[in-house]
């Protein structure tokens, strides 16, 4: 394709539109202000340059490490040669449908903008270009750009290929600005990580990123938490004017700038380079890419991704994608290792042999690419595995829980006054609840063991209605349950209405984004305590993943101002007979099929419904078990603090960096120097960015491939057919960008995502299965769900019209959209 609109392309679009082409497009994906065009892709250069067959004639002077020949060469072609027909005429028709406006027309190759190299002013970039000839010449200017001295070499010394790198060329409208310049979210200058640096002058931003000018300088501080709706924002803790007198920009619109920056910087990974322009009181966003002048540090060693036995790949695809969906930070091992000793009680429970060593090997390393479950060997126990299953489907879960587990849950998360408390003290309290979880959790694997009778179930199903529709009829039989999910969404639910009953004092804030200035009438003062007692029963909800540094909705309710905003305009969710009706039909379908064969209907009925309640326990228990995992966040955030004002962590989530054995060391009273301290967070933060991509990428790869390009194909968690705009939500902060009727697509789900299905219309995600948190909601609320489609939050674009096919497990991409839709989407 020789032309891709920006509002098409995602961070996965890399290889055609290069690092600044597919940054751009993800900016649009995440509803940020990104003047419209188009990218004249990585593909047509290729092409072209085929016909002009440059490899050939640059490959005597670059294997003799001549650049400038080389150098001279590929500008004779790239600028004297012909054009091919089809490139030429797809550039004039884009432009024109761009309006012919003045554009800026940027390089950018296919290697460029990555978190160890961002080829910064390594290629060209021209500005104010008007016209059809002067953007032709400008694209030719771009592509004879790759091959410079001074690319060149910057590619040799890093031991990229020469002729394995192509470039695209974005082309955009200009944005007359009335200031702009560079966003570091990190001070490269000082290399601080607890202060973000901006650099700005009145007009276009290039004399700047150029050095051809010099800006005014601010610096702002990085409170924990900035960046997200209702938290404290950056300040503006000091500033530097160049030229006296010259104009400057609002502070309030400076500080927007900030706040916009940790966003992204959350988003991709890492510390960012964001160039930008601000005109009629917006930020438009002109790039953003990794700093890499951070790394005056080596990363730290990532251990290579061991072989993989086929159990351990289908564990991995069936359940780690959904249940950690991004990699966890150093400390986040101590809560593992709570959990890893009662994933091998199950095992062994279940029948198999876990070698112990193994089962501990992931909290022994500080980083690994991806969450790896121990080898297994069965055993002759295996063999009784169906009388287990049976076993536990007849245990009573629930009164287990209510009776013994519960209360020991409570008694060990009571309140206290952990600030009275000295060091040592807190240290015990945590290990005291870490041996709760994993006694508990050990237990509690044992009943969710009888979920396993899902695979005896599927047989009389299929045997009843067929292979193609047995997972839409599997999901209906588990359809219409009472789950501890469903009574938080409720209680939202009815938090929404009070607030639309208590009047625009209430509503203006939260629909504005701005719910601190609820605290400025009565009414919102009042609607702020309903959301306190909300958070006190309910706020047990994580955000991705039960990580330690997860934080939950009751010490962060960044998701809960963004799910209230969209709840405002959202109608009554539907009641549970909708789903238990569908239950009821299920299952006498099924079992008037099974009826020539004595007993067996009674027996189907029986093991479905012991399966309903295991599923029921299984959301109830989960919901407990965050608990626990909430307590233990509440003592590290104490530590942090203590450690803060210690002076040993320059800001207190750098915690989040040291490993367990570190924090115990450093609260016994060995801690390391400051400077030291500095440099070992600085290392790990940019360690953990290479292995949360890296995670991510996994993620994907163990996904389903291979789909056409219009088509994904996932898992039918909930049936029925639905048409409509999609929305890509890809984390807990973009929950208000969700309207009703459109459908949600994201990455994941987990509990704290299925309130947003109240507004939904369908259910698109990479990750999950048919009994997932996702699934047994969307059924509830009767709205079609394909999950697990591998890719759909990079294949299907914001704001596109899809077809989610909840029978056949199939998501159709029909109609694009423009960059205008995208925007005002």
Known sequence: MIIRHLSELSRADLPIAGGKGANLGELIRLGLAVPPGFVVTAETYAEQARAWLLAEQLAAPIAASNWEAAAATAAELCLRGALLPAVELAVRDAYRELGAPLVAVRSSATAEDLADASFAGQHETYLQVEGESALLLSLRRCWASLWTPRALGYRAARNIDHLGVAIAVVVQRMVQSEFAGVLFTVDPVDQRSDRMLVELAPGLGEAIVSGHTSGDIYHLSRPPDAGKPGAEGPAITDRARRVAGRPAPSDALVRELARIGLRLEGHFGCPQDVE??????????????????????ELETIPP?????????????????DRFPVAPKPLDQWGFGMVLPALGHTLRFAGFAVDEAELHTPTDQVWREVFVPPRVRPTLRLLALPRTVAASLSHDWAGWWENEALPRILDVCDSADLGAMDDAALLRRADRIGDVLTETLGKRFEGIVG??????????????????RAPALMGDLVSGLRTRTSEVNEALFDLSRQAVGAGPEVTRPLRDGRPDALRESEAGRAFLREVDAFLAEHGYRESTGL?????MWRRDPTPLWG????????????????????????????????????????AFERIVERLRTAIVFRERSHFDLARLFSALQDIIAELARRLHERGHLPVPEDIFYLTQAELRIWLAGQVPPRSEIEQLVRRRRATYAVVNGRWQKWSFAVGKQGDAADLLRGVGASSGVVRGKARVIRDEHEFERLRAGEILVCPYTNPAWTPLFTLAAGVVTNTGGAVSHAAIVAREYGIPAVLGAAGATERIADGQEI?????????????????????HG
Do not use: Y
């Open 563 to 602: 799910l209230l905003r969209g709840l405002l305009d959202a109608t009554e969710p539907p009641s549970e007979a909708a789903g238990l009706r569908r239950h009821r039909a299920a299952l006498a379908e099924v079992t008037r099929a099974l009826r020539f064969i004595p007993g067996l209907g009674v």
């Open 276 to 297: 930008f322009a601000f005109a009629g009181g917006v930020v438009h966003l002109l790039q953003s890419r990794p700093i890499t002048t951070l790394r005056d540090v």
């Open 547 to 551: 990580f330690l540094s997860a934080t």
């Open 305 to 321: 991704l061991p072989p993989l036995s086929r159990m351990q790949r289908r564990m991995l695809e069936s359940n780690d994608n």
């Open 451 to 468: 979920q396993a009778a899902t695979l005896l179930v599927r047989i009389p199903v299929v045997f009843a209605v067929g292979r193609k």
């Open 803 to 823: 077809l989610v096919d909840g029978n056949e497990g199939l998501v159709t991409l029909l109609r694009t959209v423009s960059a205008g839709e995208a925007a």
